[in-house]
């Protein structure tokens, strides 16, 4: 399940960063990467741990990573936090639709 969250990440996140701005195969890779290794640590905290109210803590420190790394690599791009923030809002709400936690 953690792969299938992984891949679903990646590929709502990235046609939408592109579509933000960061469309250089340089910024995609970039976000393509980013979103593995945010989207991986988080699975793997939740799945050790099972405490899903962390969720919320390691979302927001997904989206803050995420634009960290955007930053670095795209530092023109206007808006570049809220639009992490969208990118991130997007995968969750579908990936809550399509992969629904197991409680």
């Known amino acids: 399940m953690m792969w299938a969250a992984c891949l679903l990440t990646v590929l709502i996140e990235t046609p939408l960063m592109y579509l933000f701005g960061l469309r250089g195969r340089d910024e995609l890779t970039v976000?393509?990467?980013a979103?593995?290794?945010t989207n991986?640590?988080?699975n793997l905290i939740?799945?050790?741990?099972g405490l899903?109210?962390?969720a919320v803590f390691l979302e927001a420190a997904?989206?803050?990573a995420e634009y960290r790394v955007y930053r670095l690599c795209a530092a023109d791009v206007p808006r570049l936090f809220l639009k992490t923030l969208a990118a991130n809002a997007a995968s969750l709400g579908l990936g809550l639709i399509f992969l629904p936690p197991a409680v």
């Open 46 to 49: 939740l799945g050790v741990t």
């Open 52 to 54: 899903l109210p962390a």
């Open 62 to 64: 997904a989206v803050f």
């Open 35 to 37: 979103n593995i290794a």
């Open 40 to 42: 991986l640590t988080m």
């Open 31 to 33: 976000v393509v990467c």
